[in-house]
DNA sequence: ATGGGGCTTCCATCAACTGGAAGGTCAAGA
DNA sequence: TCTTGACCTTCCAGTTGATGGAAGCCCCAT
């Protein structure tokens, strides 16, 4: 299989395979003519990289994942330890996210949204407090 | 006022605010020694793009909302536009997070978490539809 | 042989910083 | 006066996870 055969397949851009190649997460044979050569296997860890990237699985994670996956003696322990740490950094994000939602919604209610200069947005981005404290925390997301 | 000192009073790191002259969002003049010299004009903006940021817009909306900010006779219909779209985002934001956490609550619930390799985590990520698509959307975020 | 797709590599770019190196400046203490 | 240490400066590189685009093969059909 060549790559747009891959990629049609699984769902994933070309550049995106030849990037999960580049990093080290599948290796493809190659073609004598240079071209990747894809079996079923690099198709279904392809397929597997979408799927656990679509959970929100840093790449670190999914090639940690890959390599328990592929191990028949893995202990689920070590998998369900991924996914639960991964589940808290979601939940925090959550819940940084419905923070900045609710003032924002409060803002965006009590604006007028007219030709006049008063607003409350940036009466309120000009004092409320100390800036700092990202309360986001997706300075590093 | 140096770098320290502003940083201190606006909590944004010294790295950061430097960033942000780079990028034309302040221009503090310069002493003799090359050092900046802070004013309060400079803090109030730099107080301002925290709590900006803080809340999640992206520098240009911030580099759009000091601009309205400083200029008197804007129209808080503007101002509200950017909200409005911020808080549109977030909100598709915060839904595909709570898809993936459904997801991942619901697996890590019913993984034994053993020694054992069997694990419905891995399992889901094997097969379980086409693995596009990134229902997260964080792609670009 | 030529045209159009598909494939290859490599380099640059995005957001928003952050880390670190190499070096200038300043105030206080011995 | 010298030194020490905390500041400050600039510049370059790296982070995450791709994506866009250029330059150039390759292959098949007409």
Redesign the pocket.
Known sequence: M????V?KRCG?????I???EDIGLITPQ???????AFDLGDMHKLAFLGRA?ALGF???DCRTLLALWEDQDRASADVRAIAKDHLTRIETKIADLQEMRDTLATLVRDCAGDQRPDCPILKTLESSGPAQA?AAGN??A
């Open positions: 060549n790559i747009g055969d990629s994933l851009p070309p550049k995106t030849r990037y999960y190659r073609d004598t003519n240079g071209y990747r990237r840093t790449i670190e990202d300075r590093g």
